[in-house]
């Protein structure tokens, strides 16, 4: 049985090595061995999208990802999106829009709208929604959010 | 609670690794359909055999000089999306795809967990049927051939026996055939379907020839409508036409009641959705819609 | 007390104070919390909605590897003898005693270091049950055989509750009756009576934060860590429990990820304080989303609406009945009833009114405050037979309205006179908006439009009490100590605003300290769209208390009030350092006159009003019932607003909630059991359930006596949107629903029913 394991990866940039038990999700590794809570498990089902964690450029949910299978990969969470003192221009988006209340669902959102504008620069609205339909703001932030990821497309396109 | 996680990195490797015996022994593909088992106390894994490394075959796309496509069962859904072969060979597959789950699903799934799943409400069973597609599924006798029709022989059961693997799945070549998806959902927009209709017709100078429809989500397994498949061979689409095959198709659909509709509603929907979706194909050649 | 913002810090649509904090994923949630030792706790529930426990088979949880303890009722009454808990009656048992009572009710716990060791252990527990015949109808819950609680416990906090002490054989936890006019003999001359039946459906706030508490030991003490929108409430609560003096508890709170009215009074924190005390180490229990449904939810209700209209359109009375499922404990709901009970006819100047309101036990999972504390099933009802009069004497629904509307300087149903109500307004900028009275397209083929308005009002609860701190430091910066808690409505923001204001200060170097009850003062809880008016003047006093506490000093160092030296300087010539504080103190409880038992009547039933109506515009699939909404527009009544960006963006929010509540949203019961406990089944909105277009309006409108002429807002945008829905539904293809949700299929059905 290989019921534990050290696994290997990047994550925001640097190189990690952990002892995990091959039962556990990514999520539960970046809260329990790292302390970072800005992938949150709240569905549990990959549906709302707060445990959202990209790996190998890739948004996947952090809460049905075997952590055995980052092994060797880059991981980037919210906290390693702003350079420093600098936000990403999603982030500063999410800001100047008002694009939450509560905040939960915030990090998921932020980084599935940064994938979105790297795939898509200038999306439309209706991209927007099927991009970000997987993503779940009980707030209702939605039209706030909408209009961030218009205004995050601008700054990214004037270069911030 | 762990388990013991292996990653073969051939075909056959993975294959000695399974156990028909043992329920507690299952490939893992994307995982996440699998995770959701596994979460809610369902599934107790002894082991899982991760198809990751199991071999390139698993994992490409790969165009046949007659337009046919054979698609590995490792693909990832969001590749099967992006591929340009086969927006250009068969588009009502990455338009199926557009509001299959989410992006962060698609991102993580396989065209092979989706199908060994088989949960009935997945979107592209009753495309891959309507376009007539076959997988070719290997185990320790060697690899056999079997039609997406049929597949699933139940809630989650399929033809794919406890020592056998899906390899890749083999799509006809689509050409100038008609083809659409259409799915109703009547919770939410992103609620699981309350049926999806998939229809693959070929054109005879303005007349219906060859036609499949399938109807997925309001059956137990996803269902071929051979009344309605009748019914519009060797005619020519008008609202007449489309009244009757819709009435045809929610005669025979075996539906199935839920939260997402009683079995009458969703026999309207069958009737209705039908006849959309039949519009929609006509709209457009070469499997858009 | 009614000034006007000066400084410009009032007004300002400043972004949130702790956006970087949210959008980094930095911000501290009590989901975070975690301490060296630790124990996660996992709940076992029952599977069944009513019957006697035989037996809990815990042995085989107890040899898990890696398990602590397992505990049951027995275990917590060792260091809570009496340990029944609740802001209404004290019924609900911190683990089920005896009896379960709903399914889903905590019966057993596990802990252990690890949450995943916790959770396999919980599944290995057993309990035999002998099965009791369940009660789940609010209307049957009156007459049923079948009863919820043997004796009725009253907590001795509301007045309008002690004649229930001691009742047995009922399942009613509070029958709230006004009486107005001469009902029967209006009914008798009346030229049109009209009555109908609505109801609504059991739904669930779905905080994105699942509930999460943790209490951690200390020498005679205990510190309990809980995403709890009530934290003086838990303390007082947890130390009558206890049966210690409240200074021995300390409650802290952070950013909540999510509240609505569902993380109210005590939800896990009482299990996780017999739990510490038990083990003498810290326990945390996170709940699983599924979880969170068989916590609290939203009542569903029956109200029976009858009127009585004259010959011009005029309504001249009004019987309203109304049931409300209140679930297995009474958590809040007698207030929902209570509260909403006063307004249950409507803003509508009707001379002649009955309202009878019913609090019901059930074998439902409990019910309690969701975003608008009863009023949007009351909206539903009201609004909805408004309109199906109007349309039944082919009278325009809103020349309807306005012959009958409440302006202010009328008494409305409880002799209450409307002040500072702006239901008027708000009609006109809805009619205007929607472009009532236009040409509009009806759309074609199977494609039909419509469109529908509804307002709805609601009086703030009342008497409740805040407290507040301005701490000004010898450096001149500022810290505010509020035990309001910011679980998304921007309350940080606003309250930074209002001390500003005060001081002249800009909004963005206040700093608001998080609900710590060792720190923080009492304040009644953060519900009901009361922070920005009660917490708002509070601080707004705090402030001012400071302030003149600065000009004081000025004074003591001989300087003229007027002069313009620097709070710093000041501290310096006083100190002879860097030294000192002054601390402003306010506190705010506005008056209130109970109404009378008898006849429900009160001179003085709320401090302010909130009024907020909702426009429609749908397309309907005549072929599969399915309904878009086109356009949702949100007009409401809000005073002035503090911040009008963060107050917009809480109109929208509310409004989508409820159109959640109003289209799909609904838990699925079968044979006692919950069937779509998870966002799988539960579907709530998300991108593509938006309407075309969302807009929101605060009109032009003042509430004197609030902080600086604001007042709550964070349930208004949630009346009208249902009936305004059902409305346009009307209008677009002539069927009228009664039943939320208004899903394709119920819609389907009543086109078919009606032949259309």
Same mark, same amino acid.
């Given at each position: 049985?290989?019921?534990?394991?050290?696994?290997?990866?990047?994550?925001?940039?640097?190189?990690?090595?952990?002892?995990?038990?091959?039962?556990?999700?990514?999520?539960?590794?970046?809260?329990?061995?790292?302390?970072?809570?800005?992938?949150?498990?709240?569905?549990?089902?990959?549906?709302?999208?707060?445990?959202?964690?990209?790996?190998?450029?890739?948004?996947?949910?952090?809460?049905?990802?075997?952590?055995?299978?980052?092994?060797?990969?880059?991981?980037?969470?919210?906290?390693?999106?702003?350079?420093?003192?600098?936000?990403?221009?999603?982030?500063?988006?999410?800001?100047?829009?008002?694009?939450?209340?509560?905040?939960?669902?915030?990090?998921?959102?932020?980084?599935?709208?940064?994938?979105?504008?790297?795939?898509?620069?200038?999306?439309?609205?209706?991209?927007?929604?099927?991009?970000?339909?997987?993503?779940?703001?009980?707030?209702?932030?939605?039209?706030?959010?909408?209009?961030?990821?218009?205004?995050?497309?601008?700054?990214?396109?004037?270069?911030? | 609670?762990?388990?013991?996680?292996?990653?073969?990195?051939?075909?056959?490797?993975?294959?000695?690794?399974?156990?028909?015996?043992?329920?507690?022994?299952?490939?893992?593909?994307?995982?996440?359909?699998?995770?959701?088992?596994?979460?809610?106390?369902?599934?107790?894994?002894?082991?899982?055999?991760?198809?990751?490394?199991?071999?390139?075959?698993?994992?490409?796309?790969?165009?046949?000089?007659?337009?046919?496509?054979?698609?590995?069962?490792?693909?990832?859904?969001?590749?099967?999306?992006?591929?340009?072969?086969?927006?250009?060979?068969?588009?009502?597959?990455?338009?199926?795809?557009?509001?299959?789950?989410?992006?962060?699903?698609?991102?993580?799934?396989?065209?092979?967990?989706?199908?060994?799943?088989?949960?009935?409400?997945?979107?592209?069973?009753?495309?891959?049927?309507?376009?007539?597609?076959?997988?070719?599924?290997?185990?320790?006798?060697?690899?056999?051939?079997?039609?997406?029709?049929?597949?699933?022989?139940?809630?989650?059961?399929?033809?794919?026996?406890?020592?056998?693997?899906?390899?890749?799945?083999?799509?006809?070549?689509?050409?100038?055939?008609?083809?659409?998806?259409?799915?109703?959902?009547?919770?939410?927009?992103?609620?699981?379907?309350?049926?999806?209709?998939?229809?693959?017709?070929?054109?005879?100078?303005?007349?219906?020839?060859?036609?499949?429809?399938?109807?997925?989500?309001?059956?137990?397994?996803?269902?071929?409508?051979?009344?309605?498949?009748?019914?519009?061979?060797?005619?020519?689409?008008?609202?007449?036409?489309?009244?009757?095959?819709?009435?045809?198709?929610?005669?025979?659909?075996?539906?199935?009641?839920?939260?997402?509709?009683?079995?009458?509603?969703?026999?309207?929907?069958?009737?209705?959705?039908?006849?959309?979706?039949?519009?929609?194909?006509?709209?457009?050649?070469?499997?858009?819609? | 007390?009614?000034?006007?913002?000066?400084?410009?810090?009032?007004?300002?649509?400043?972004?949130?104070?702790?956006?970087?904090?949210?959008?980094?994923?930095?911000?501290?949630?009590?989901?975070?919390?975690?301490?060296?030792?630790?124990?996660?706790?996992?709940?076992?529930?029952?599977?069944?909605?009513?019957?006697?426990?035989?037996?809990?088979?815990?042995?085989?949880?107890?040899?898990?590897?890696?398990?602590?303890?397992?505990?049951?009722?027995?275990?917590?009454?060792?260091?809570?003898?009496?340990?029944?808990?609740?802001?209404?009656?004290?019924?609900?048992?911190?683990?089920?005693?005896?009896?379960?009572?709903?399914?889903?009710?905590?019966?057993?716990?596990?802990?252990?270091?690890?949450?995943?060791?916790?959770?396999?252990?919980?599944?290995?527990?057993?309990?035999?049950?002998?099965?009791?015949?369940?009660?789940?109808?609010?209307?049957?819950?009156?007459?049923?055989?079948?009863?919820?609680?043997?004796?009725?416990?009253?907590? =001795?906090?509301?007045?309008?509750?002690?004649?229930?002490?001691?009742?047995?054989?009922?399942?009613?936890?509070?029958?709230?009756?006004?009486?107005?006019?001469?009902?029967?003999?209006?009914?008798?001359?009346?030229?049109?009576?009209?009555?109908?039946?609505?109801?609504?459906?059991?739904?669930?706030?779905?905080?994105?934060?699942?509930?999460?508490?943790?209490?951690?030991?200390?020498?005679?003490?205990?510190?309990?860590?809980?995403?709890?929108?009530?934290?003086?409430?838990?303390?007082?609560?947890?130390?009558?429990?206890?049966?210690?003096?409240?200074?021995?508890?300390?409650?802290?709170?952070?950013?909540?990820?999510?509240?609505?009215?569902?993380?109210?009074?005590?939800?896990?924190?009482?299990?996780?304080?017999?739990?510490?005390?038990?083990?003498?180490?810290?326990?945390?229990?996170?709940?699983?989303?599924?979880?969170?449904?068989?916590?609290?939810?939203?009542?569903?209700?029956?109200?029976?609406?009858?009127?009585?209209?004259?010959?011009?359109?005029?309504?001249?009375?009004?019987?309203?009945?109304?049931?409300?499922?209140?679930?297995?404990?009474?958590?809040?709901?007698?207030?929902?009833?209570?509260?909403?009970?006063?307004?249950?006819?409507?803003?509508?100047?009707?001379?002649?009114?009955?309202?009878?309101?019913?609090?019901?036990?059930?074998?439902?999972?409990?019910?309690?405050?969701?975003?608008?504390?009863?009023?949007?099933?009351?909206?539903?009802?009201?609004?909805?037979?408004?309109?199906?009069?109007?349309?039944?004497?082919?009278?325009?629904?809103?020349?309807?309205?306005?012959?009958?509307?409440?302006?202010?300087?009328?008494?409305?149903?409880?002799?209450?006179?409307?002040?500072?109500?702006?239901?008027?307004?708000?009609?006109?900028?809805?009619?205007?908006?929607?472009?009532?009275?236009?040409?509009?397209?009806?759309?074609?083929?199977?494609?039909?439009?419509?469109?529908?308005?509804?307002?709805?009002?609601?009086?703030?609860?009342?008497?409740?009490?805040?407290?507040?701190?301005?701490?000004?430091?010898?450096?001149?910066?500022?810290?505010?100590?509020?035990?309001?808690?910011?679980?998304?409505? =921007?309350?940080?923001?606003?309250?930074?605003?209002?001390?500003?204001?005060?001081?002249?200060?800009?909004?963005?170097?206040?700093?608001?300290?998080?609900?710590?009850?060792?720190?923080?003062?009492?304040?009644?809880?953060?519900?009901?769209?009361?922070?920005?008016?009660?917490?708002?003047?509070?601080?707004?006093?705090?402030?001012?208390?400071?302030?003149?506490?600065?000009?004081?000093?000025?004074?003591?160092?001989?300087?003229?009030?007027?002069?313009?030296?620097?709070?710093?300087?000041?501290?310096?010539?006083?100190?002879?350092?860097?030294?000192?504080?002054?601390?402003?103190?306010?506190?705010?409880?506005?008056?209130?006159?109970?109404?009378?038992?008898?006849?429900?009547?009160?001179?003085?039933?709320?401090?302010?009003?909130?009024?907020?109506?909702?426009?429609?515009?749908?397309?309907?699939?005549?072929?599969?019932?399915?309904?878009?909404?086109?356009?949702?527009?949100?007009?409401?009544?809000?005073?002035?607003?503090?911040?009008?960006?963060?107050?917009?963006?809480?109109?929208? =929010?509310?409004?989508?909630?409820?159109?959640?509540?109003?289209?799909?949203?609904?838990?699925?019961?079968?044979?006692?059991?919950?069937?779509?406990?998870?966002?799988?089944?539960?579907?709530?909105?998300?991108?593509?359930?938006?309407?075309?277009?969302?807009?929101?309006?605060?009109?032009?409108?003042?509430?004197?006596?609030?902080?600086?002429?604001?007042?709550?807002?964070?349930?208004?945008?949630?009346?009208?949107?249902?009936?305004?829905?059902?409305?346009?539904?009307?209008?677009?293809? =002539?069927?009228?629903?009664?039943?939320?949700?208004?899903?394709?299929?119920?819609?389907?059905?009543?086109?078919?029913?009606?032949?259309?």
């Amino acid at each position: 049985m290989s019921a534990t394991r050290r696994i290997r990866f990047t994550l925001n940039g640097r190189s990690v090595t952990v002892e995990i038990g091959t039962h556990e999700t990514l999520v539960d590794v970046l809260r329990s061995r790292f302390a970072l809570f800005g992938a949150r498990e709240s569905c549990g089902q990959g549906l709302c999208g707060c445990c959202t964690v990209v790996v190998d450029d890739r948004a996947i949910s952090g809460c049905l990802f075997l952590a055995a299978r980052v092994d060797g990969a880059r991981v980037e969470t919210i906290e390693g999106l702003a350079t420093g003192e600098r936000l990403d221009p999603v982030q500063e988006a999410f800001i100047e829009c008002g694009a939450f209340q509560c905040g939960f669902c915030t990090p998921g959102f932020v980084l599935m709208t940064k994938q979105l504008l790297d795939e898509n620069p200038e999306p439309s609205e209706d991209e927007i929604k099927h991009y970000l339909s997987g993503n779940l703001c009980r707030c209702g932030a939605y039209p706030e959010i909408i209009e961030a990821v218009r205004v995050a497309s601008r700054k990214r396109k004037s270069g911030g | 609670m762990p388990f013991d996680l292996v990653e073969p990195s051939s075909l056959s490797e993975a294959i000695k690794l399974l156990d028909p015996d043992d329920p507690a022994v299952r490939p893992l593909a994307g995982g996440t359909a699998l995770m959701l088992l596994m979460k809610s106390g369902f599934f107790r894994p002894k082991r899982l055999v991760s198809l990751c490394a199991a071999g390139d075959r698993l994992e490409r796309i790969h165009v046949e000089s007659d337009g046919g496509l054979r698609i590995g069962a490792m693909t990832r859904l969001a590749s099967l999306e992006r591929s340009i072969e086969l927006r250009r060979n068969c588009p009502v597959i990455g338009h199926t795809l557009r509001t299959l789950s989410n992006v962060r699903v698609r991102n993580v799934a396989t065209l092979g967990g989706h199908l060994a799943h088989a949960d009935p409400h997945s979107d592209l069973p009753p495309v891959l049927i309507a376009l007539d597609a076959e997988l070719v599924l290997a185990g320790p006798r060697g690899e056999r051939t079997v039609a997406v029709e049929g597949f699933a022989t139940g809630l989650y059961e399929t033809r794919c026996k406890g020592d056998e693997l899906i390899v890749e799945a083999v799509i006809p070549p689509v050409g100038g055939k008609r083809a659409a998806y259409l799915k109703c959902t009547t919770r939410s927009a992103d609620d699981w379907p309350a049926l999806g209709v998939a229809v693959v017709w070929e054109d005879s100078g303005g007349m219906i020839k060859s036609p499949r429809i399938v109807l997925g989500a309001a059956t137990e397994t996803p269902t071929r409508l051979k009344v309605a498949e009748g019914a519009i061979a060797g005619r020519t689409l008008d609202d007449a036409l489309l009244a009757r095959v819709g009435a045809a198709a929610a005669e025979e659909a075996d539906v199935v009641g839920d939260a997402r509709g009683s079995v009458a509603y969703k026999k309207q929907l069958v009737k209705v959705f039908v006849g959309r979706a039949l519009r929609a194909a006509q709209a457009h050649s070469g499997g858009t819609a | 007390m009614n000034a006007t913002a000066k400084a410009g810090q009032v007004g300002r649509s400043l972004p949130r104070l702790e956006g970087r904090a949210k959008v980094t994923g930095h911000a501290e949630y009590v989901h975070n919390w975690q301490v060296p030792g630790m124990l996660h706790g996992k709940i076992f529930r029952s599977a069944i909605a009513h019957g006697r426990i035989r037996h809990v088979e815990v042995d085989a949880a107890r040899r898990v590897s890696g398990v602590h303890a397992v505990f049951v009722s027995d275990d917590v009454r060792r260091v809570i003898p009496n340990p029944y808990y609740g802001p209404a009656f004290h019924d609900q048992p911190i683990l089920a005693i005896d009896k379960v009572r709903h399914v889903g009710e905590p019966v057993a716990v596990v802990l252990a270091e690890d949450p995943h060791i916790a959770e396999e252990a919980a599944r290995l527990i057993v309990a035999e049950y002998d099965e009791l015949p369940a009660v789940t109808d609010e209307v049957e819950a009156m007459t049923s055989n079948v009863i919820v609680h043997d004796v009725l416990k009253p907590a =001795g906090t509301f007045p309008d509750l002690k004649h229930l002490e001691g009742r047995k054989g009922t399942n009613l936890a509070l029958d709230f009756r006004l009486r107005r006019g001469d009902v029967r003999s209006a009914f008798a001359a009346a030229e049109h009576v009209f009555e109908h039946t609505f109801r609504t459906q059991p739904v669930m706030h779905t905080p994105l934060e699942p509930f999460v508490s943790a209490a951690e030991p200390g020498d005679g003490t205990l510190t309990i860590y809980t995403a709890s929108q009530s934290p003086s409430f838990v303390r007082i609560e947890i130390a009558r429990l206890l049966g210690w003096p409240e200074n021995h508890v300390r409650v802290k709170t952070a950013f909540l990820g999510g509240g609505f009215g569902a993380k109210l009074y005590i939800k896990l924190e009482a299990l996780v304080a017999a739990l510490a005390l038990l083990t003498r180490r810290p326990v945390k229990i996170s709940l699983a989303m599924d979880e969170q449904f068989f916590t609290i939810t939203k009542h569903p209700s029956t109200f029976r609406i009858k009127s009585a209209v004259s010959k011009d359109g005029r309504v001249t009375a009004r019987e309203c009945e109304v049931w409300w499922n209140g679930g297995a404990y009474a958590d809040i709901g007698p207030r929902v009833t209570q509260k909403s009970g006063f307004t249950a006819a409507g803003p509508y100047d009707i001379e002649n009114v009955s309202i009878d309101s019913y609090a019901l036990y059930t074998n439902r999972p409990p019910a309690g405050a969701l975003r608008g504390f009863g009023i949007p099933q009351l909206v539903w009802a009201y609004e909805s037979h408004t309109d199906m009069i109007a349309r039944a004497l082919g009278i325009d629904p809103i020349d309807f309205r306005r012959r009958n509307f409440l302006r202010d300087g009328r008494p409305q149903a409880t002799g209450t006179v409307m002040q500072d109500a702006a239901t008027g307004k708000v009609l006109d900028r809805l009619v205007e908006r929607i472009g009532w009275g236009r040409p509009f397209d009806r759309g074609q083929g199977n494609l039909k439009r419509g469109r529908g308005i509804a307002i709805g009002f609601k009086a703030s609860i009342a008497p409740t009490t805040s407290v507040a701190i301005v701490n000004l430091y010898a450096d001149g910066s500022c810290a505010l100590y509020c035990s309001t808690v910011d679980m998304g409505q =921007g309350s940080d923001t606003a309250m930074a605003q209002i001390a500003a204001e005060v001081l002249d200060i800009p909004a963005e170097t206040v700093r608001v300290v998080h609900p710590d009850t060792d720190v923080t003062p009492y304040d009644m809880a953060t519900l009901g769209s009361r922070s920005t008016f009660h917490m708002g003047n509070a601080v707004k006093r705090a402030a001012e208390d400071a302030r003149a506490k600065v000009d004081a000093l000025k004074a003591e160092l001989d300087l003229p009030p007027g002069s313009n030296i620097p709070l710093p300087e000041l501290f310096r010539r006083k100190y002879g350092m860097q030294a000192g504080n002054i601390i402003g103190i306010g506190s705010f409880i506005p008056s209130y006159a109970s109404p009378d038992h008898d006849t429900g009547l009160t001179p003085n039933a709320t401090p302010f009003w909130m009024v907020g109506g909702t426009g429609a515009e749908v397309e309907v699939d005549t072929e599969t019932g399915h309904v878009r909404v086109m356009r949702l527009i949100n007009v409401a009544d809000l005073g002035t607003p503090i911040n009008l960006r963060i107050v917009e963006t809480q109109l929208s =929010g509310g409004a989508i909630m409820q159109l959640g509540f109003t289209m799909q949203e609904r838990m699925e019961f079968a044979e006692g059991q919950l069937l779509n406990p998870n966002l799988a089944d539960y579907k709530i909105p998300g991108m593509r359930d938006l309407p075309a277009r969302i807009e929101n309006e605060a009109v032009a409108a003042e509430q004197r006596n609030g902080p600086f002429g604001a007042k709550g807002v964070g349930e208004t945008a949630t009346f009208g949107v249902s009936p305004a829905i059902a409305n346009a539904i009307d209008d677009a293809v =002539g069927v009228r629903l009664t039943e939320l949700p208004l899903t394709p299929e119920a819609v389907y059905r009543a086109l078919t029913k009606a032949g259309r």
